[in-house]
């Protein structure tokens, strides 16, 4: 399967407790998005990398979260001290970045559900 | 801020109709707009449009840009209850992220 990859698929966790998704984008892409998703809503931006380097972190984003992308290959979003506003479908999309029209990629999702 | 906003934000209609979905925005330094199809899990993408007045087409499903009124809308004839899903807009501008709307909820009664 060559298409974007995340883990895990679900995830159950007490409050306060820390989580972290991984997400394996397109092999030749060079930038990943993470986006939250609660239901009826569109995707919310999180943060987006390029390459290794973190271009943007939507305000909304708390300091309970921190994304990495060490070698510019896979990413991971850590969540700490989860909160039961935390519980949504965190995605996962890649595209390449170049001169022309970019088209991103999403994962199948980490569902989080904080009891 | 940027902004995307589609409307209708739900449809209900039966099979052979044909809908048109509606997608506005507000961005600086456009790049692109995409359209993705939602069902269960991930977006999967439908089309991306950059210049105005260009249709792209795919089976019974078209989309145009005009990127003067910043708006663009999404075309589904003859629909089959397989279009059912959540339709999302989304903005690129450059050196950005994505932007997306909340989404057209379509259901398509047989």
């Known amino acids: 399967d060559t298409g974007v990859s995340q883990d895990p698929r679900h995830k159950i966790t007490k409050r306060g407790q820390n989580v972290t998704f991984r997400c394996d984008p397109i092999?030749?892409?060079?930038?990943l998005y993470w986006y939250r998703q609660t239901l009826g809503q569109g995707p919310e931006f999180l943060t987006y990398f390029q390459n290794e380097a973190q271009l943007e972190k939507s305000r909304l984003l708390s300091d309970r979260f921190s994304a990495e992308r060490p070698k510019g290959s896979f990413s991971t979003l850590e969540i700490q001290r989860t909160e039961q506003g935390d519980s949504a479908m965190y995605l996962c999309a890649s595209s390449f970045f170049h001169s022309r029209e970019t088209e991103a990629f999403f994962g199948q999702g980490t569902r989080l559900t904080v009891v | 801020e940027d902004k995307v906003v589609q409307s209708p934000l739900s449809l209900v209609v039966h099979e052979g109709d044909t809908v048109t979905l509606n997608c506005s925005y507000e961005v600086t330094n456009f790049r692109s707009l995409l359209w993705y199809k939602q069902e269960k899990k991930a977006p999967t993408f439908l089309f991306m449009l950059t210049s105005s007045g260009i249709e792209k087409k795919s089976g019974r499903l078209s989309s145009i840009l005009d990127k003067k009124e910043l708006f663009s809308i999404l075309n589904i004839t003859a629909t089959q209850t397989g279009d059912s899903a959540v339709y999302l807009c989304?903005?690129?501008?450059?050196?950005?992220?994505?932007?997306f709307g909340p989404g057209t909820r379509l259901s398509v009664l047989p």
């Open positions: 092999s030749e892409h060079n930038r």
């Open positions: 989304a903005v690129e501008a450059y050196g950005q992220n994505f932007v």
